[in-house]
T-cell receptor, first 115, second 111 residues
Framework: DAGVIQSPRHEVTEMGQEVTLRCKPI?????LFWYRQTMMRGLELLIY????????DSGMPEDRFSAKMPNASFSTLKIQPSEPRDSAVYFC?????????????FGPGTRLLVL | EDQVTQSPEALRLQEGESSSLNCSYT??????LFWYRQDPGKGPEFLFT?????EEKEKERLKATLTKKESFLHITAPKPEDSATYLC????????????WGLGTSLAVNP
């Protein structure tokens, strides 16, 4: 298996622009998680999906952030409009749906810089 | 407040100098404690899951142990390639399958 795939790997944009991050989870995994990582706050969960349905979006910082999962093999995280404080590394992770299989597997991340 | 604390924040060792990293947690109903390794510019890579006090798991030079309040990641005779940030996370009852993450320990092993 190729593992979790994220694109783009790097994104540099200007304040006010729309940013779309993409994720392809491991095939057969029922859960998908979006995280943000910064030096100050570490890994923060933004939102997660179960069987393509958003379950908990309490970590989404504000209305500028939105996430979708139109099918089992694709998810997007969108920031509109972007701000400099959104600069961080964004990770996507997935895990199987079986009880007791709580281990999450991470993608390589998207490094976002908003100027 | 439910939280996970890792110590030390940073650790520098000489090659072959064994040591331990600590992860303490203040949650009730632990459902699993996870150790991950993260190399610069990469995503966290899964190492171990521990579920109950007294449990131990090993992988090469790494050994993870768990008590009711904390976990240790013991590194025996480390090599430079063990240099990375080690992250700890916990899953607990009532947290809706979300993990709480520590800030990590940055380990540097000098040759």
């Amino acid at each position: 298996d190729a593992g979790v795939i994220q694109s783009p790997r790097h994104e540099v944009t200007e304040m006010g622009q729309e940013v779309t991050l993409r994720c392809k989870p491991i095939s057969g995994h029922d859960y998908l998680f979006w995280y943000r990582q910064t030096m100050m706050r570490g890994l923060e969960l933004l939102i997660y999906f179960n069987n393509n349905v958003p379950i908990d979006d309490s970590g989404m910082p504000e209305d500028r952030f939105s996430a979708k999962m139109p099918n089992a093999s694709f998810s997007t995280l969108k920031i509109q409009p972007s701000e400099p404080r959104d600069s961080a590394v964004y990770f996507c992770a997935s895990r199987p749906g079986l009880s007791g299989q709580e281990t999450q597997y991470f993608g390589p991340g998207t490094r976002l810089l908003v100027l | 407040e439910d939280q996970v604390t890792q110590s030390p924040e940073a650790l520098r060792l000489q090659e072959g100098e064994s040591s331990s990293l600590n992860c303490s947690y203040t949650v009730s109903g632990l459902r699993g404690l996870f150790w991950y390794r993260q190399d610069p510019g990469k995503g966290p890579e899964f190492l171990f899951t521990l579920y109950s006090a007294g449990e131990e798991k090993e992988k090469e030079r790494l050994k993870a142990t768990l008590t009711k309040k904390e976990s240790f990641l013991h590194i025996t005779a480390p090599k430079p390639e063990d240099s990375a940030t080690y992250l700890c996370a916990v899953n607990y009852a009532g947290n809706n399958r979300k993990l709480i993450w520590g800030l990590g320990t940055s380990l540097a092993v000098n040759p």
